[in-house]
């Protein structure tokens, strides 16, 4: 049974940083794309980031968060992480760490097949 616990939300003021990170269980996901998404009441959930499963193919981010986020994974510690600079407002929501069963960076939710409980983050003006 695949498990993803996220980690690291919380409150913080626009223009800081912080750290998500996503510890995985059950699988190896090694050789499987991972992403971030997020959510806020009334929305449907939305793509942040996507991180290839095969090494040195890139990642993938929405628009919104381009420059300001990184994904990145440790392979050998089995966890994700979401680092996460300049923030405002708008990036308040319910952060979901998510994984493939294919290798490929996707945007899509719908193409993701196991996901988190998610982990709040909160950024005031």
């Known amino acids: 049974q695949v498990q993803l616990v996220e980690s690291g939300g919380g409150l913080v003021q626009a223009g800081a940083s912080l750290i998500l990170s996503c510890t995985i269980s059950?699988?190896?996901?090694?050789?499987?794309?991972m992403g971030w998404f997020r959510q806020t009441p009334g929305k449907e959930r939305e793509f942040v980031a996507s991180?290839?499963?095969?090494?040195?193919?890139?990642?993938l981010y929405s628009d919104s968060v381009e420059g300001r986020f990184t994904i990145s994974k440790d392979n050998f510690k089995s966890m994700l992480f979401l680092e996460m600079k300049n923030l405002v407002p708008e990036d308040t929501g319910v952060y979901y760490c998510?994984?493939?069963?294919?290798?490929?960076?996707?945007?899509?939710?719908?193409?993701?097949?196991?996901w988190g409980q998610g982990a709040q983050v909160t950024v005031s003006s």
């Open positions: 991180i290839s499963g095969w090494s040195g193919f890139g990642s």
């Open positions: 059950g699988r190896a996901f090694n050789t499987r794309a």
């Open positions: 998510s994984g493939r069963k294919s290798p490929e960076v996707s945007s899509k939710t719908i193409e993701y097949d196991y």
